[in-house]
């Protein structure tokens, strides 16, 4: 899988433009907030604040957090059947390449579920509760979409602007990046091969230093004009709200994104993670991984940290559950599929049933039983991200996991089936004795 696209089950594709030229990457990769009295710690390592903020909504404005968190089969709430899709999760738990788990359920705008498993660390590490903050990876893309939406909302750029209008680093074939809008590149359609030079990030260069030597890179389209999966190439985002706020990205972030939406254990970056009191180090196949700091250096394609009740907060927000943070305006431009994708989990029996898959900005979509849903997941090294949700219906499913396993992923569909009140499918296929076909 690639690092931050982590939507191929069962295909080993796209590999090649990663690496190009350079020796394979160190890592094999693809691709709502607790009250502050619990997690008031988390702030430690950010950047010092300016003695000029922005303007921000507070945070009233955010969804409420319940007084009690239905992390209790008696606090649990809603149509679907906790207690069933509870023994679901206990199950794929033991699976070998499982370590630990939190997930979230929102139904109709409501948090009504939440609920850690496993463990941080194979042998005696903690308990994985509703405070233990992970990795968002790739999932970070909506965090970077939805800042740029919003910023261009209240008139800092527009998101019809040309790349090279704000002075970044990235340098394209003929010089695109001059004619390449900021709605093209948070759609992903800068034209580069897929996962364009990530090895070389992996390798320890400069992402700076990378997007500059882009341009000597064969393109796979005419930029514009098709769908091309980026990380490094996708940061470019990060230089143009900093050229446009002259603010650093992550305290763009922060004050205009998790501090009025009251995501209190959100951070940016490796610190953030390692200063989290409860965070779940990587892991691979019941062995700690490496904790890597590659990718948090393009922070606006997978910068992000936090634990699993503010991802649902950021989930409700995508709802439109906090209107003064993001107006209807600014979530419809995110989830508006400007651009048609392949099929987002290969040609898996999941990926088959995800019809009609597009991108919007830094946000896919897909139609599954005739409803739907749209989302992003994530993927590095010793860590999946997913969240995944109907706007109509407000109900949808937030997950965190320190493991490389995929069958979080395949659970997604469980939960919609609840939801939807369809006959059971086992989607885990968990019964099955070979299970080679479930390893990342």
């Not at 999932?139 to 002075?167: H, I, Q």
């Not at 680093?169 to 010089?175: A, Q, T, Y």
Request: glycine residues 8%; positive net charge; charged residues 20%.
């Amino acid at each position: 899988m690639n690092e931050f696209d982590p939507i191929e089950l069962d295909a080993r594709k796209g590999r090649f433009w990663r690496d190009w030229r350079v020796v394979p990457g160190l890592a094999v990769v693809a691709v709502v907030g607790l009250a502050a009295l619990i997690l008031a710690t988390q702030h430690r390592g950010r950047a010092t604040e300016p003695t000029s903020e922005p303007a921000v909504a507070t945070a009233v404005t955010a969804p409420p957090t319940p007084a009690v968190l239905p992390l209790k089969p008696d606090a649990w709430r809603g149509q679907i059947d906790y207690r069933a899709l509870d023994a679901r999760i206990r199950t794929m738990m033991t699976d070998r390449s499982m370590q630990g788990l939190a997930i979230a359920v929102v139904e109709d705008g409501r948090l009504s579920f939440v609920q850690g498993y496993g463990r941080t660390t194979p042998g005696d590490g903690e308990k994985v509760g509703a405070d233990t903050v992970f990795r968002w990876a790739s999932l970070s893309k909506t965090v970077a979409a939805t800042l740029s939406a919003r910023l261009a909302n209240e008139g800092a750029f527009s998101l019809d602007d040309p790349l090279g209008k704000f002075g970044v680093s990235l340098r394209l074939p003929n010089d695109a990046q001059n004619t390449l809008t900021v709605e093209q590149l948070l759609s992903q359609r800068t034209g580069l091969p897929r996962n364009a030079y990530d090895g070389w990030l992996e390798g320890g260069r400069d992402p700076k230093m990378i997007r500059e030597s882009l341009a000597a890179v064969p393109l796979l389209c005419p930029p514009a004009t098709c769908h091309s999966y980026q990380n490094i190439a996708y940061d470019t985002i990060r230089e143009v709200v900093e050229a446009a706020t002259h603010r650093s990205y992550a305290d763009e972030a922060r004050q205009r994104l998790f501090a009025p939406l009251g995501m209190t254990s959100a951070t940016i970056g490796l610190d953030g993670l390692r200063d989290a009191p409860h965070w779940a180090p990587p892991s691979r196949w019941g062995h700690t991984a490496p904790l890597t700091d590659f990718y948090y250096r393009v922070p606006a394609a997978a910068g992000v940290n936090s634990n699993i009740v503010d991802l649902a907060r950021w989930m409700q927000a995508q709802m439109g559950q906090a209107p003064a943070v993001l107006p209807a305006g600014v979530l419809a431009d995110i989830q508006r599929p400007r651009v048609n994708t392949g099929r987002p989990y290969g040609n898996s029996p999941l990926g088959r049933s995800l019809q009609h898959p597009g991108y919007g900005l830094g946000m896919r979509s897909f139609t599954y039983k005739g409803h739907r849903l749209v989302g992003h997941s994530g993927a590095v090294t010793g860590y999946r991200s997913t969240m995944m949700f109907d706007p109509a219906t407000r109900t949808g499913v937030v997950m965190l996991w320190n493991s490389e396993a995929n069958l979080p992923f395949k659970l997604q569909a469980e939960v919609f089936d609840l939801a939807y009140h369809q006959p059971f499918q086992d989607w885990l296929q968990l019964k099955a004795k070979d299970r080679s076909d479930l390893a990342p």
